[in-house]
């Protein structure tokens, strides 16, 4: 008796949890109408993924169909991004630029810098049309860092010994079980500084300054919003409501936008990550119809 309510239970809930993101799934694809502003945030750690249980944080995967709903939608003139992220993959990074870029092409995109918008995440926003940061966010930390332990010293005390057998001088390379050669450590720092390099560019083009200048601001050094603001690195500093104001102004809409929110995480998924939605989503398409790991830091 006592697993057949256990059964009954696990079947309530999740019944009521795809009910409640198939409702949540129509709310954001329901058709209405007059001015209207996304807000896309953007929070926790930036990686790839293909946003199942086992990806956290924000990836390129989670945010592309509502780039892609917020620029099709005609009656969306505006996108917000609301950012609260330290930054995370480079080519994570580099992919939700890219959707930034291609979006703001239609309509203008205003990041909106919340607690901390640095590293990958601030090379997210300096994509945008127009960058708004809290006076006490924390964002630059331009830079890009790779850490590769070494516990070699830890086996030996504890009497572990590795057998490496390999083809290629290279192939334990960081495998943690060897100290890092001198050869390898200028391989792998000519690789970071590519990067680095390709960072310093794409921010100085985005926000119409020079490399050389850019790169003073770089090194991984940290900024206040306000700080930020006096440095060329955002634009103004202000509330969310100003962020939303300046997209407001940039696409010329007269009076109150209707704002909507393209995705926020549901307590299903802070619970289980991603499958509630997923289904949710999967099933509430079928019922309406809409028209509409190197990291930088």
């Known amino acids: 008796m006592r697993r057949d309510v256990v059964i009954i239970l ?16 129509i709310t954001k694809q329901s058709i209405s109408y007059g001015d209207k502003v996304a807000i896309i945030p953007i929070y926790g750690e930036i990686t790839m993924g293909d946003g199942t249980l086992s990806s956290k944080g ?12 917020a620029c099709e939608d005609s009656s969306i003139k505006a996108v917000v991004l609301e950012i609260n992220s330290p930054g995370g993959s480079v080519v994570a990074s580099e992919e939700i630029a890219e959707l ?7 309509k203008p995109v205003v990041a909106w810098l919340g607690d901390i918008a640095t590293s990958g995440a601030y090379y997210v926003a300096s994509s945008s049309s127009y960058i708004v940061a809290d006076k006490a966010s924390i964002t630059g930390s331009i ?8 516990y070699s010293g830890l086996l030996k005390k504890i009497g572990i010994n590795v057998t490496i057998i390999k083809a290629g001088e290279y192939k334990d390379f960081a495998s943690g079980f060897r100290p890092m050669r001198e050869e390898e450590k200028e391989m792998m720092q000519s690789v970071i500084m590519e990067i680095y390099e390709e960072f310093i560019r794409e921010v100085a083009e985005n926000r119409n300054l020079s490399e050389e200048y850019i790169k003073k601001l770089a090194e991984g050094k940290i900024y206040s919003g306000k700080q930020a603001k006096e440095f060329g690195l955002v634009d103004e500093v202000g509330s969310k409501e100003k962020a939303i104001k300046k997209a407001c102004e940039l696409a010329g809409i007269e009076g109150e936008p209707e704002v909507i929110t393209y995705y926020k995480r549901s307590f299903f998924e802070e619970l289980l990550g991603n499958s509630f939605e997923r289904i949710g989503y999967g099933i509430a398409k079928g019922l309406i119809e809409y028209k509409g790991e190197i990291k930088i830091s």
Do not use: D, M
């Open 143 to 150: 830079g890009v860092i790779s850490i590769f332990p070494e």
């Open 58 to 69: 924000v990836t390129p995967t989670k945010l592309r169909k509502y780039f892609e709903q």
């Open 10 to 25: 696990a079947l309530l809930i999740f019944i009521g949890g795809v009910s409640i993101l198939i409702a949540h799934s």
């Open 100 to 106: 930034v870029k291609k979006c703001k092409k239609e």
